[in-house]
């Protein structure tokens, strides 16, 4: 186990670079900050020369690649970090250096366990694209197939493993100073993030997600997934079928090509529906370097290391809370969070509707480029503290990936209305889920789950409580020892010591992975 002093080590040296970067001075500004992590970022700030001007993804790029993909994740959480730093952090590009292709090949034929040039036939030296995680190269296999090649840096897993075990530290101590602290989950926030990453550091599993989409969008007129070669596909190697096509991010050439700008712009954001609402399984990092348009208009999406999912029941929660922001129906919004339980019981609902109103009623006729979704999502973060809604870690990345479709569908559009182009298919998909047939024929199917479900739960139950007494299995949390036990235990710290390493481990997640309160 890492012991403390390196946490606290790894801690000062990455909110040095956030100094340097003007990203600590915020927090001393909040009043919602604790006391110890103000204090700490004038000890950290000793002796930096910072910009006047925060630059929070520059801050993120000179820490390192889990620091890029932890301010990535951050930019969905304008609750904790403020809408300024959001703004700032959505630019965050995740590209470095590409690694030399000695090692590129070395790593290849270590996977495989034979030379590149019986996988394939030619392989391009210059990436096209190298990101944190991995990097990627054109290739021709070995029987003609034009493909792309993702290859993970080498010994990337294990600097991921190193910072994310600081993460988890940090959060650890932060949450354990109770306040505001307890109701933002920096524990649940950290943990999701490390299952996230984990999947983006297996390509076997990005390989059977891109698969798992494919499977649901077929049917689904002008978008597609490319194919994936499994034969060359292993947990450090992703080759999947060559895309050639107009980034979506080049209005100019897609104008140029005769493309139709707002069909596009409707057609992204109705794929993006389908996914997050009638299939639970939603591309989950939807920026405009990952998508293209090919010739037919067809759009095609690349890179599935981040994916979200959600269970049928927070589906419809989520489709009706849609519905009932464009519709008007606040009330029904409103008893939506209380019988999801997103707020505690002892708020008023009526009090919530009114709240609700007070965001909703100003977006809706209005087009994007006065209004947005995005803003939308600020006004509804900006009430959760005053109805002690805790965080929602399962609905993070569908904000985050709703506010970056927004985005594009935006740069397409400027004028497109995205309650309008939602409303038909939101109400299409209550009608069919919600409606008295479906009501019915769900009712059926669950009861008779439930039935063959109780011999497998009586079983559970008597392994979770067994005759000696007992409690369920707690959620995966890691086991974080506190420095406060610690001394508690040993009798031994001395008060500086311990006043530091509080502070150093708030500091991580309060702020933005180390970045302190943005």
């Known amino acids: 186990m890492t012991r403390s002093s390196t946490h ?7 909110a040095r670079i956030a100094a340097r970067h003007g990203a600590l001075r915020g927090i001393q500004n909040d009043p919602n900050a604790p006391a110890p992590v103000k204090r700490l970022i004038g000890v950290f700030s000793i002796g930096t020369r910072k910009s006047r001007v925060p630059d929070y993804a520059g801050a993120f790029r000179a820490i390192g690649p889990a620091a890029i993909k932890l301010g990535q994740t951050l930019a969905t959480r304008p609750d904790i970090v403020g809408e300024e730093a959001v703004r700032n952090l959505l630019t965050l590009q995740d590209s470095l250096p590409p690694e030399p292709l000695e090692r590129i090949r070395a790593s290849v034929e270590s996977s495989f366990g034979q030379p590149m040039e019986a ?32 290859v993970l840096r080498p010994g990337i897993r294990d600097k991921f493993a190193r910072d994310i075990e600081t993460y988890e530290w940090a959060a650890a101590h932060l949450e354990a100073l109770g306040g505001e602290a ?37 049917g689904t007129e002008g978008y597609r997934i490319p194919a994936i070669d499994w034969d060359r596909t292993t947990s450090r190697v992703l080759t999947l ?12 050439a897609l104008r140029a090509a005769g493309h139709d700008l707002p069909t596009l712009a409707r057609r992204l954001v109705l794929a993006f529906l389908r996914q997050a609402i009638s299939g639970g399984f939603f591309h989950a ?16 999406a690349i890179d599935f290391g981040i994916m979200g999912r959600i269970d049928r029941r927070a589906r419809q929660w989520l489709a009706e809370i849609l519905y009932g922001l464009i519709t008007g129906n606040y009330r029904r919004v409103a008893e939506i969070h209380f019988e999801a339980q997103y707020v505690p019981s002892h708020h008023s609902v009526d009090e919530f509707a009114t709240a609700l109103r007070a965001v909703g009623e100003p977006m809706r006729g209005k087009p994007v480029s006065e209004l947005s979704v995005g803003q939308m999502l600020d006004g509804l973060f900006a009430i959760t503290r005053d109805f002690d809604m805790q965080t929602q870690p399962h609905l993070l990345l569908l904000q985050k990936t709703m506010v970056m479709v927004e985005g594009i569908a935006t740069s397409l559009d400027p004028a497109i209305n995205m309650w309008d182009v939602a409303a038909p298919f939101v109400r299409e998909w209550i009608r069919d889920e919600l409606g008295p047939e479906a009501a019915l024929a769900g009712r059926i199917r669950e009861d008779t789950e439930t039935l063959l479900r109780i011999p497998a739960l ?59 309160w943005l």
């Open 241 to 252: 079928e060559w895309v050639d096509g107009v980034k979506i991010a080049d209005v100019a």
């Open 285 to 300: 990092d939807m920026h405009q370097g990952n998508l293209f348009v090919q010739a037919d208009a067809t759009i095609v």
């Open 119 to 150: 996988l394939y036939a030619s392989f391009d030296p210059v990436p096209v694209g190298a990101a944190s995680i991995a990097q990627v190269h054109r290739a021709v296999t070995t029987d003609g197939r034009q493909v792309a090649v993702k």
């Open 8 to 14: 606290i080590w790894r801690l000062g040296k990455w």
């Open 182 to 218: 307890v109701r933002l989950r920096p524990r649940l926030t950290i943990a999701n993030f490390k299952r996230w990453t984990a999947r983006e550091l297996d390509l076997r599993r990005e390989a059977a997600s891109a698969s798992e989409l494919a499977e649901m969008m077929v």
């Open 458 to 516: 009586v079983r559970r139950l008597e392994e979770s409580f067994p005759a000696r007494g007992g409690a369920p299995e707690p959620p995966p949390l890691p086991d974080v020892e506190l420095v406060w036990e610690r001394r508690r235990r040993r009798e031994r710290a001395p008060l500086l010591g311990y006043a530091l390493a509080v502070a150093a481990g708030a500091a991580l997640v309060w702020g933005a992975g180390a970045l302190g």
